[in-house]
């Protein structure tokens, strides 16, 4: 199992620490079994598939995400856990479909290998963006982002590598004179059908503003949906037995207000 870590060391000249792989490796099979037991006598986890698995491991890999950014060590250990869980099922699933770790593992490091020939081969590459300008040179024109990433993170992806290969503006106040070009755009928008062009195109713009200021949309819009909700059930705990429609908007407006200022 894993012959390919033969591979790295050869590839790779003392890259490895052959006496943590002898540590690693008996633990990752008696793991594999764990799974392959859990397949066999579970009713739930032998009704798995690949496709079944994919929402679960997206939902934990946002658990993951949010323990992460929170910097709650014991959360992280478990949310980590729960996303290697349903990767080591996943690929107990390829194995029974006749696709063992091992191709897998060996096509990944290869992969790896040939992605990095700065550290593998002779090139040099002295920075991070670097490193990327000379992988998209190597992928040439073929540089499709997944059409499975969330939206706002393929519009940020999209745009970085349209960036690296010359197509930006010079600074973040084109992208600010964009979204302000959108917006006005949405406003003149006659049918749904271009409000819906033109939302989007807000949206794809304010993915690059993330690009330029070195934040992750896709995170910043999910603390924004966290902090919302927060708030919004401190003010649900404000009405006490009213109604959201007993109130005017006026009304509404100032207990919000004070929610912010008191988390502010």
């Not at 793991?31 to 491991?57: A, G, H, N, V, Y």
């Not at 600010?176 to 271009?194: D, G, P, T, W």
């Not at 927060?230 to 509404?252: I, P």
Request: some cysteine.
């Amino acid at each position: 199992m894993f012959s390919v870590v033969k591979n790295w060391g050869e590839v790779g000249k003392n890259k490895v620490d052959i006496l943590m792989f002898r540590l690693i490796i008996p633990f990752m099979k008696d793991f594999i079994e764990l799974i392959k037991t859990l397949r066999e006598k579970c009713p739930w986890d032998r009704e798995q598939t690949l496709k079944s698995l994919i929402p679960q491991l997206l939902e934990e890999v946002y658990e993951l995400n949010t323990e992460v950014a929170e910097s709650n060590s014991e959360n992280i250990i478990e949310e980590f856990g729960d996303v290697f869980l349903t990767v080591f099922m996943m690929g107990v699933i390829l194995e029974e479909k006749g696709i063992s770790f091992d191709s897998v593992m060996d096509k990944v490091s290869k992969k790896m290998i040939t992605r990095h020939p700065h550290v593998f081969g002779e090139e040099k590459a002295h920075s991070a963006e670097e490193v990327l300008d000379k992988w998209d040179k190597r992928k040439g024109k073929k540089w499709e982002v997944g059409r499975g990433l969330p939206s706002l993170l393929r519009s940020s992806k999209i745009q970085k590598r349209a960036s690296r290969k010359g197509f930006d503006w010079e600074d973040i106040n084109g992208v600010f004179e964009k979204i302000n070009e959108e917006l006005a755009e949405l406003k003149r928008a006659k049918n749904n059908q271009e409000e819906v062009e033109e939302l989007g195109d807000i949206l794809f713009a304010v993915a690059h503003l993330g690009n330029f200021l070195k934040i992750n949309p896709e995170i910043a819009l999910q603390r924004a949906n966290d902090k919302f909700e927060v708030r919004f059930r401190k003010l649900e705990n404000m009405l006490k037995d009213k109604e959201l429609n007993d109130f005017s908007v006026q009304e509404l407006e100032e207990m919000w207000q004070k929610i912010k200022t008191v988390n502010t």
